[in-house]
């Protein structure tokens, strides 16, 4: 299969007043990989309001590739009652659905709507809404690279962070994982995070390698906050590995900030010395 590549967005909080840094940002990467698929893993913006909704989804879908794009908890209203009673109207006017699916003979990706009203920051996957997941992920083509998408993180944070992760994450990681998945996506940290599951699980010997992928923020709502980056990153997957591209943004443009490679289906990589 040729090389495919997936561009990673992730919060970019529009309307937090940085919004010219995005914007002139992400085209740039858009022409330089020319990526099947650009996936936006929620805080699109930055109060959930009507209108930072709707430039921030006219910002994603003038990129030019078919976007995919799930909610995070910037997404809803800000204010009471709405909060509860119109949680996803604005995402759902500009995107039609919580938890799209994209798929392509080469690319099979699902997102999940893992914002809970009621609790600001911490997310969550029901178990019907995880059933159906893994019926989305399986319902991929043969040979299809196989993606799932939420908001919330399954691996902690590098740098310290009180946000936690998706609630019950071992439980959902290894229920996307026996559904399929090659490859996890989240935001919501602000911190890139790259790891395979072979990094923190026991191996038995045979497991097909999955890798978990979180983007830092594309917007930066809170500058002066540590450990709060401005990134992005690229995939690029052919048929013996998946190379995961961060970018850092240093001031006026992109730095690639790390490459990492990781082996595709149950061997390790091959490597020899230098
Ligand atoms: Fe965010
Ligand atoms: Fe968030």
């Known amino acids: 299969m040729p090389t495919m590549r997936v561009l990673h967005l992730s919060d970019l909080h529009y309307g937090a007043g940085d919004d010219e840094a995005i914007e002139r940002g992400a085209p740039v990467l858009v022409d330089r990989f020319d990526p099947e698929l650009v996936i936006a893993s929620g805080d699109l913006s930055h109060r959930g309001r009507q209108d930072q909704l709707a430039r921030a989804s006219a910002f994603l879908r003038g990129l030019g590739p078919p976007v995919l794009a799930i909610p995070g908890n910037h997404d809803i209203p800000y204010t009471f009652p709405a909060r509860f009673t119109r949680a996803f109207r604005e995402f759902e006017r500009q995107w039609e659905t919580t938890e799209p699916t994209f798929s392509s003979p080469t690319l099979h990706v699902i997102g999940l709507n893992s914002v809970r009203p009621w609790r600001h920051q911490s997310g969550g996957i029901r178990g019907a809404q995880l059933a159906r997941a893994q019926e989305r992920l399986r319902a991929a ?134």
């Open 141 to 274: 083509r043969e040979g299809a690279f196989r993606v799932a998408v939420l908001h919330h993180h399954l691996i902690s944070a590098p740098w310290r962070s009180r946000k936690k992760p998706v609630a019950r994450r071992n439980h959902v990681l290894v229920e996307l994982v026996h559904a399929g998945a090659d490859l996890i996506l989240a935001g919501h940290i602000h911190q890139a995070a790259v790891s395979e599951r072979r990094e923190f699980e026991i191996s038995t010997g045979g497991e097909r390698g999955v890798v978990v992928s979180i983007a830092a923020g594309l917007g930066q709502p809170r500058p002066k906050r540590h450990g709060e980056a401005r990134g992005v990153h690229v995939y690029e997957i052919d048929d013996a590995c998946l190379r995961v591209h961060t970018f850092a943004w240093h001031r006026t443009d992109w730095g690639l900030t790390a490459e990492r490679r990781f082996p595709r289906g149950r061997e390790p990589l091959f490597s020899e010395p230098a």
